[in-house]
C-alpha cells in the first residue's frame, strides 16, 4: 500500500522529512501547506510535490492524506494537532518540543486520550540504526542490568535536550520514574517559540532505583570541535558488566570485556533514523497495535519530568512521581529566574 503524505510547515526543519521520500517505498507526498506562498510554493518545487496549499482545511479536505508531517512552532501544537484530528487523519508525525508548558501538556493529554489519530514526535535520533544495535544489546543483557545512565545536550531543554530525554527513556526501557531532583538556571526563549531554562541539571530516579543524569545548556560535555552547539548530544547507559555510549559523532561499547569503538556521519545516519521513523508510522497505521515508541503519550510522559524539573526548582525540593503539573509552573519558573516572557496562551 502506497500512503498519501502531505507537509504542514515548509519551513527548514520540514527539510529533514521531506528530503528522504526519494528512499521510502510506501508513502508519496501529495500536498504541503504553509501561510507563505513563496515557502509552500519553493518548498513543492524542490521536492517534486504536486500541489501546494495557503488553507490547511483546504488540503485536508482535497488531498485525504494518510500521514501529515507537521513542522510548527511548538506554541501553536495544541491548536492544530486538535485541527487534525478533528478531520481525522490517521497518522500525524509532530517536531519537538511536544510543548511549551503544563497548560499546553495538560490539553494534548486530553488529546492522547481522545483521539482516533496516532501521533508521534519526531524523536528520529531513537531511530538511528547504531541506537536500535545499543537498545538490543540492552534488551538482550549483553551489559547486565542497568544501572546508570547519562545524557546531555549543550543546547537549552527545549532545544534539543528533549531529544536525549527521549534517549534516556529507550536505555532505561521505559521504566516507570519515582522522583527527578533538579537544578534550572536562566532563560532563553529559543527563536521567540521554544521557551527553556538555559541550563538544567537533574537526578532522574526509576522505579528500580537505577538513576539518570540529565544535563543541557552550559556545562555539559563537548563531544566534538568546531561544530555547532547542537550537536554535542550523547547518551550512555553503564550496566552491571559493560555499557554502550552514542553520541552524534561517535559511537561506543562494552561488551564481554571487549571495548569497540567507531564514528560516524551524522547527516548521513540522521536521514536513515528520519526514513525508519516515517515506515514505523506506517506500521502503525497498518497495525493499531504497533505504536511508535515515540507516541504522543510517551513523549508526554518525557515532558513530565521537564515540569518536574521546573517544579523542582521553583520548590527547592525532589518531586516525587506521580505527579501533576500546577498550570502556570511555567511561569512560576519565569519569574523564579527573573526573565520576562509573553505568553501565548494567555
Same mark, same amino acid.
Given at each position: 500500500m502506497s500512503f498519501k503524505v502531505a507537509f504542514l510547515g515548509c519551513g527548514g526543519r520540514a527539510n529533514g522529512h521531506a528530503r528522504v521520500y526519494d528512499r521510502i517505498t510506501r508513502g508519496a507526498p501529495v500536498a504541503c501547506c504553509d501561510l507563505v506562498e513563496e515557502k509552500a510554493q519553493a518548498f513543492a518545487e524542490n521536492y517534486g510535490i504536486p500541489k501546494y496549499y495557503l488553507d490547511l482545511d483546504e488540503m485536508i479536505e482535497k488531498e485525504q492524506p494518510d500521514l501529515v508531517h507537521m513542522s510548527m512552532p511548538p506554541t501553536i501544537r495544541y491548536s492544530l494537532m486538535k485541527r487534525l484530528s478533528d478531520h481525522r487523519i490517521p497518522a500525524v508525525i509532530v517536531e519537538k518540543p511536544i510543548a511549551i508548558g503544563a497548560h499546553d501538556y495538560k490539553l494534548l493529554r486530553e488529546l492522547e486520550a481522545t483521539s482516533e489519530t496516532r501521533y508521534t514526535v519526531n524523536h528520529q535520533l531513537r531511530y538511528h540504526e547504531r541506537v536500535m544495535e545499543m537498545l538490543d544489546h540492552i534488551a538482550a543483557g549483553d551489559i547486565g542490568a542497568v544501572r546508570c545512565l547519562d545524557a546531555s545536550a549543550r543546547l537549552p531543554m527545549s532545544g534539543q535536550g528533549v531529544h536525549v530525554l527521549d534517549l534516556m527513556?529507550?536505555?532505561?526501557?521505559?521504566?516507570?520514574?519515582?522522583?527527578? @531532583?533538579?537544578?534550572?538556571? %536562566?532563560?532563553?526563549?529559543? =527563536?521567540?517559540?521554544?521557551?527553556?531554562?538555559?541550563?538544567?541539571?537533574?537526578?532522574?530516579?526509576?522505579?528500580?532505583?537505577?538513576? %539518570?543524569?540529565?544535563?543541557?545548556?552550559?556545562?555539559?560535555? +563537548?563531544?566534538?570541535?568546531?561544530?555547532?552547539?547542537?550537536? @554535542?548530544?550523547?547518551?550512555?547507559?553503564?550496566?552491571?558488566?559493560?555499557?554502550?555510549?552514542?553520541?552524534? @559523532?561517535?559511537?561506543?561499547?562494552?561488551?564481554?570485556?571487549?571495548? +569497540?569503538?567507531? +564514528? @560516524?556521519?551524522?547527516?548521513?545516519?540522521?536521514?536513515?533514523?528520519?526514513? =525508519?521513523?516515517? =515506515?514505523?508510522?506506517?506500521?502503525?497505521?497498518?497495525?493499531?497495535?504497533?505504536a511508535t515508541p515515540t507516541n504522543l503519550a510517551t513523549s508526554l510522559d518525557e515532558w513530565r519530568v521537564l515540569l518536574a524539573c521546573y517544579a523542582s526548582t521553583v520548590g527547592k525540593t525532589p518531586i516525587e512521581f506521580p505527579f501533576e503539573p500546577e498550570d502556570d509552573l511555567l511561569e512560576q519558573y519565569i519569574e523564579f529566574a527573573g526573565a520576562e516572557w509573553t505568553n501565548p496562551h494567555a
Open positions: 527513556f529507550a536505555f532505561a526501557q521505559y521504566t516507570p520514574i519515582r522522583a527527578v @531532583h533538579a537544578a534550572c538556571s %536562566g532563560f532563553d526563549d529559543i =527563536n521567540g517559540t521554544h521557551p527553556s531554562p538555559e541550563s538544567v541539571s537533574a537526578l532522574v530516579t526509576f522505579v528500580d532505583e537505577k538513576r %539518570g543524569v540529565l544535563q543541557s545548556g552550559a556545562g555539559v560535555p +563537548e563531544m566534538a570541535t568546531d561544530v555547532g552547539r547542537h550537536m @554535542h548530544k550523547r547518551i550512555a547507559a553503564y550496566g552491571e558488566t559493560g555499557f554502550v555510549h552514542w553520541t552524534m @559523532h561517535s559511537w561506543e561499547k562494552g561488551i564481554g570485556g571487549k571495548v +569497540e569503538r567507531g +564514528e @560516524h556521519k551524522y547527516g548521513e545516519v540522521d536521514d536513515i533514523g528520519q526514513i =525508519n521513523l516515517t =515506515n514505523a508510522v506506517f506500521d502503525w497505521i497498518e497495525d493499531g497495535a504497533a
